[in-house]
């Protein structure tokens, strides 16, 4: 048989199942959904206070603008004024309080999107004003809290940093980032007979939304349908808070008996929706004369807005990834979650951990700095070990660790060492232009840290004609999750990828669905899916074993067709006989992660099935007279296991470093004084655009990893994992700012680095180095 496998099995490079779509504007996302006729448009009235008391609202001037149909606020919600995800502390609309600037008092519905937004901005609200606790070091002060302050110790830190040969302490600011994802919040709520409901929403999460819908509308779940087929990027910031405006579209259809959109404007999203938690981490260290960290203490302070959203795994993560790749024998982490009058922080893609490890990667660039030694061979000493060592500050004994292989070859690959010597060849004799170079690793754990999370269903349905219909809970955000997922399907089954039709997500045909979130979907999805297609297989090859009068066990599936002793069948023939035969020909699948489980209260366990690993080798240059830094070089070796679609991946490699690029060295998020959003548009808050992709961008898949778990055909989430990389970026601006001092102190940066924080670093490092100077003159001359 020439070729056996059939078209688009596992490993194929296959494009995005919808590349075609994405690029001639074929692709249906919420707001192209073709409108009912009488389909109304929302607005959401917004607070203009970050923290004040409501007196009162008068909303006369609203319902009396043009093209108003309907207006409501929290009374006339029929069921829970709540939204919440986790904690019910999230009001679809403030009704005497309101805690952050942004947030929705009441809504609109009108003809137009245009009547909409203006009649909202009409009301005249009473507010009495309140002190806002802005910043997390505000709210830790005033003990301002989300969640109960978390705690986890091995060994003995403080013991261990008083007794070492060398001690150092630290603190980095770590900036939020916004999601900007390119579809923006959007939810088209279209009532059905009998109170029934179906809701279009753009959504990581449309069980969670079918529920906060039905709970706003005070009917069952099974009176609601979510649906999602795709959402134009949601990076975690669909996760949790899309449920706000599906609620407020369906409460407004509710009320008007009409189908309603509630697609807001970026700047609105911006100051509604939450972001990336900003980080305020201090350390203490004490190493030994190698670099060995010997015991270390963090203390994280996240803000995590108004309410509680997803802070509490978020800030788990954090403290979780605290270690980085690194063996912490004695570690102590303290977590704050602050409470805060801003918007509720919530998913971003790494969920905590980039926070997490940044604090560790910035204690070895210290420890280097102090001995004089290359960073890079810091963080070699401290690496986990293979079979010792190898037990995180979590007691997750490591079975998997790739790190040493990957950093090692890229080294190499890389040409790190040379490199490094040219760059301070270069730098002594470039007075304004410096640059800098740095390699740091990334290991990152997958699996929801809420266990009951890590499960998955599938439906999948064969026709007569021998086509296929896949349906899932995950859902497709442009990571390439369906076509993963397709590809599993058609390597179970030996059938060609283009006979399988892929479906959206949809509550009515796959229920009660996990979140498409912490990098599991391909992982939790592709094992439904392919349990679904061997209930199918089973069927089918008991069929054809009768059929051909030989037994089961000599029956292959093999490039769409069915073989068994040198007799052979096409798969449509086989499953119209079949169908004849009454042999059912759908079926669902249903998985479950093995194994994982932790205890929170001890902070031990297994909250990780496995671990990504990967390496970035970054190479910057700095304007010392501007600020402004730029990518020369990187280079990048990353583990996916056996990759389900290599051309996927390399994507999400890709995309995963640009996006954590941005985080650290552009995007800043800028509050007034009041507590208002002054960053909320792409005017004032600065992503990564086409030409910030390095000139030089050597991204290569880990061509050994294989996962040494039992994973959808050995291969291994990477979602999220590559964002990490970008911390090679961060750190390479650090050795450049250290070039202006002659690597003789350690820059202090805060994240972003932009152009402002790098010439602020500048300025600090050189008048340390004056007053070290100074004071070396002075105990010369005593
Ligand atoms: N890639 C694209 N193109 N768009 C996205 O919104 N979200 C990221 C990542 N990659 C995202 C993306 C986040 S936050 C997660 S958790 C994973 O995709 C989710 O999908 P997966 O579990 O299928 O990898
Ligand atoms: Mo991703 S932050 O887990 O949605």
Partial sequence: MPNERAKGSVGSPLPHDSAHLHVSGGALY??????IRGTLHAAIGMSERAHARIKSIDLTKVRAASGVVAVIAAKDIPGKNDYGP??????????????????SMFAVAATTVGEARRAARLAAVDYEDLEPTLTAEDAVEAKSFVLRTEHLVRGDPRGAIAAAPHRLSGKIRIGGQEQFYLEGMVAYAVPKEDGTMHV????????????????????????????????????????????????????LAHETKRPVKLRVDRDDDMRITGKRHDFVTEYEVGFDDDGRILGVDFVLASRCGYSVDLSG???????????????????????????????SNTAFRGFGGPQGMLGVEQVIDDIAQALGKDPLDVRKLNFYGVTERNVTHYQQTIVDNVIHDIVADLEQSADYRERRRAIRAFNAKNPYVKRGIALTPVKFGISFTATHLNQAGCLLHVYTDGTLMLNHGGTEMGQGLFIKVAQVVAEELAVDIDRIRITASDTSKVPNASPTAASSGSDINGKAAQAAARKIKRRLTEFAAQHFGVAPDTIAFRANAVHADGKSITFDELVKLAYFARVSLFATGYYRTPKIGYDRKTWTGMPFYYFCYGAAVTEVAIDTLTGENRLLRVDILH?????????????????????????????????????KLMTHAPSTYKIPVASDVPPVFNVRIFESGINAEDSIHRSKAVGEPPLMLAISALHAIRDAIASTVDYALSPRLDAPATAEAVLRSLDDIASRRAKSAKSKVATEVA
């Fill in 30 to 35: 919420t707001d192209d959904i073709p409108e």
């Fill in 86 to 103: 986790v904690i019910a502390d999230d009001p679809i609309f403030a009704t005497t309080l309101v805690q952050y600037h942004g947030q």
């Fill in 200 to 251: 279009y929403s753009s959504t990581q999460h449309p069980g969670e939304v079918q529920h906060q819908v039905a709970h706003a509308l005070d009917v069952p779940a099974n009176d609601i349908v979510v649906e999602c087929r795709r959402m134009g990027g949601a990076f975690g910031g669909k996760e949790s808070q899309p449920g706000l405006f599906a609620c407020i579209a369906a409460l």
């Fill in 313 to 343: 795994a978020i800030n788990d993560r954090a403290m979780l990834h605290s270690d980085n790749c690194y063996y912490l024998g004695n570690v102590g982490v303290r977590s704050f979650r602050c409470k805060t009058n801003t918007v």
């Fill in 639 to 675: 583990d996916v296991g056996k990759s389900l679609n290599p051309a996927i991946d390399m994507g999400q490699i890709e995309g995963g470093f640009v996006q954590g690029v941005g985080w650290l060295t552009t995007e800043e998020l800028w509050w007034d004084d009041k507590g």
